[in-house]
């Protein structure tokens, strides 16, 4: 069974730019989380989607924002790009048990540099 | 306010040289405490859950335990291919998201 894919896998911006960041769930799967890591550090949650709604926000500014489309993928966008956004942008999804605590399956993730 | 701590920051083993990995947290109500490891140029991979003090689950060489203030992973007989950074995340009760700390970064030398 596929994973859960992330495109593109590297990205180079430059300041002021904005990017679009896509992610596919793993089959069945109907929450998508995005998460941002800074080298050396752990991930940092950003947004929670589940069944097409916002379910969580991280502390990110509103340059960040993302949806869930009827397939249940996922974009994150960025607008107004800064050389602090140069990071990992992790995807992952999970089954909702109605406990919460179902496990996050992580994708690779997309590299993105902003010069 | 929320906090996890791992450590050390860094470990070299030799091979076969068991070793424990510590993850101290300080979060207002605990829903689960979860273990990942996280190969470079990699997303994490799952490894556990646990959900209450006293809990343990085992998998291959990986044994994790919890009490109320910190978990540990222990790593029992490791092999090269255990080189890996493993991360610490919990998740409060009624979020959704989960809390990581910055990570252990595990080395084991032939």
């Known amino acids: 069974d596929a994973g859960v894919t992330q495109s593109p896998t590297h990205l180079i911006k430059t300041r002021g730019q904005h990017v679009t960041l896509r992610c596919s769930p793993i089959s069945g799967h109907k929450s998508v989380s995005w998460y941002q890591q800074v080298l050396g550090q752990g991930p940092q949650f950003i947004f929670q989607?589940?069944?097409?709604?916002?379910?969580g926000r991280g502390n990110f500014p509103d340059r960040f924002s993302a949806r869930q489309f009827p397939n249940y993928s996922s974009e994150l966008n960025v607008n107004a790009l800064l050389l602090g956004d140069s990071a990992l942008y992790l995807c992952?999804?999970?089954?909702?048990?109605?406990?919460?605590?179902?496990?996050?399956?992580f994708g690779n993730g997309t590299r993105l540099t902003v010069t | 306010e929320d906090q996890v701590t791992q450590s050390p920051e860094a470990l070299r083993l030799q091979e076969g040289e068991s070793s424990s990995l510590n993850c101290s947290y300080t979060v207002s109500g605990l829903r689960g405490l979860f273990w990942y490891r996280q190969d470079p140029g990699k997303g994490p991979e799952f490894l556990f859950t646990?959900?209450?003090a006293g809990e343990e689950k085992e998998k291959e060489r990986l044994k994790a335990t919890l009490t109320k203030k910190e978990s540990f992973l222990h790593i029992t007989a490791p092999k090269p291919e255990d080189s890996a950074t493993y991360l610490c995340?919990?998740?409060?009760?009624?979020?959704?998201?989960?809390?990581f700390g910055t990570g252990t970064r595990l080395t084991v030398i032939p």
């Open positions: 989607y589940y069944e097409k709604e916002e379910r």
């Open positions: 646990l959900y209450s």
């Open positions: 992952a999804s999970s089954h909702p048990t109605g406990s919460g605590n179902s496990p996050l399956h």
């Open positions: 995340a919990v998740q409060k009760t009624g979020a959704n998201n989960l809390f």
